[in-house]
């Protein structure tokens, strides 16, 4: 199901251009325009949902399946030597986009 209001949705559909690196039936990672590091990626399933809380049992199964396919990806774009995931979890949180999304940063030293 998507959102035909939601960006990452649009993006997830092609009908607005992103800077992709990895994409397969259930997930796309792109470039974020924004990026907070060296090596900024965004990792989005297709399917819209909001928050992990709103997730459905199908839906839990494709984050796990993402946050398995999200260490080969890291590594073959530059976070061989670590990397930080951040999922933001509401307004307070920052997110900004209301479309789950995974934040992998890193290419350089993160300092927390």
Partial sequence: ??????LFCKIAEGSIPSSKVYEDEEM???KDIEPKAAVHLLAIPKV????????????A?????????IPDIAAKNG???????????????GQTVFHL???????QSLEW
């Fill in 28 to 30: 796309l990672v792109f």
């Fill in 79 to 93: 976070c061989e030597n670590g990397y930080r995931l951040v999922i933001n979890q509401g307004a307070d949180a």
């Fill in 1 to 6: 199901m998507k959102n035909n209001d939601c």
């Fill in 61 to 69: 199964e494709i984050l796990k399946r993402m946050l398995t396919k």
């Fill in 101 to 107: 999304h995974i934040h992998i940063l890193g290419g």
């Fill in 48 to 59: 819209h949902f909001k928050l992990i809380s709103e997730a459905d049992a199908n839906q």
